[in-house]
Structure formats: structure tokens, C-alpha cells
């Protein structure tokens, strides 16, 4: 295709949109080339190849890379779903998740705003297992021993 590096671009940039760039960025190079080629093959190539790619960086890359990094929790996720959505409706709940997950990085590595991080993400074995915590499941066996006697 003469234009491939034009269309990879192109791609590129709607892979910012979730979900909907994906389609459009493969469709459109598509139907290229089911206009310019003899055969409706490469156009089903080009979707294939751009699913493989698709799927192999969204299940595989982008979770180890990320996964390991940003961790948010249940109740935080679930509570950015329902703002985002009475913000934008749809749009605002596929852009939900992925907003939460830059402000936690950001919060992470900003020493004012470290605690917020915190809050945003799931408690990473460290936390669990700190001194702080163990005085205060001390303290609440010690209250629930105070109330069964």
C-alpha cells in the first residue's frame, strides 16, 4: 500500500479514542484497499493484521506494563465510573478508568499529594504489613475483646 505509513499515523492518533479508534483506524485502510486491490483479501489482511496487533498490545504489553504499576481500588474504580458517567454519559465512563489511573501516577510521584495516591490504589503489601497498621488491628481486637466482656 503506498500510503501505509500515512495510515499508521493515522491509527496512531485515533488509538487515543477507546474502542472507537480502534475500529476506525483499521476500517479506513480497509476499505483502501478493497478500492486499490483485485481481491477483497487484503482488506480482510489489513483488519486481521491490525486486530493481531490490537490484541497482542491490549492483553499482552499494555497489562504488564501498567498492571504491575496502577492499581486501583474496587470501591474507587467503581465510584470514577458512576462521576465520570453523570459528567459525559457513555463517553465519560469508557474515559473513566484510564483518567483515575493517570491522576493516581501523578498523585503517586507528587510528595502533596502522596496520601490521595494512596487512597486511589489498592494497599501494596508494604502498607499491610507496616507497624501503623499492626497498632491499630491491635487496637480493634482489643476494643471487640472490650465489648464481649
Known amino acids: 500500500m503506498e500510503n501505509a505509513i500515512f495510515f499508521g499515523f493515522f491509527a496512531a492518533i485515533l488509538l487515543v479514542i477507546p474502542y472507537v479508534g480502534v475500529i476506525i483506524g483499521s476500517l479506513l485502510p480497509a476499505l483502501v484497499a478493497l478500492?486499490?486491490?483485485?481481491?477483497?483479501?487484503?482488506?480482510?489482511?489489513?483488519?486481521?493484521?491490525?486486530?493481531?496487533?490490537?490484541?497482542?498490545?491490549?492483553?499482552?504489553?499494555?497489562p504488564n506494563i501498567?498492571?504491575?504499576?496502577?492499581?486501583?481500588?474496587?470501591?474507587?474504580?467503581?465510584?470514577?465510573?458512576?462521576?465520570?458517567?453523570?459528567?459525559?454519559?457513555?463517553?465519560?465512563?469508557?474515559?473513566?478508568?484510564?483518567?483515575?489511573?493517570?491522576?493516581?501516577?501523578?498523585?503517586?510521584?507528587?510528595?502533596?499529594?502522596?496520601?490521595?495516591?494512596?487512597?486511589i490504589g489498592q494497599p501494596e503489601d508494604r502498607y499491610l504489613r507496616s507497624r501503623a497498621l499492626e497498632r491499630l488491628k491491635r487496637w480493634k481486637r482489643n476494643q471487640s475483646r472490650q465489648r464481649l466482656h
Open 35 to 62: 478500492a486499490t486491490k483485485d481481491t477483497y483479501w487484503y482488506a480482510f489482511g489489513v483488519i486481521a493484521i491490525f486486530g493481531f496487533i490490537q490484541f497482542v498490545e491490549g492483553y499482552f504489553i499494555t
Open 66 to 119: 501498567t498492571g504491575a504499576n496502577v492499581s486501583i481500588n474496587s470501591f474507587i474504580a467503581i465510584l470514577a465510573l458512576i462521576a465520570f458517567a453523570m459528567l459525559w454519559g457513555i463517553s465519560g465512563m469508557i474515559v473513566a478508568l484510564p483518567i483515575t489511573a493517570a491522576l493516581k501516577i501523578i498523585f503517586d510521584h507528587s510528595k502533596r499529594f502522596a496520601a490521595i495516591g494512596f487512597l
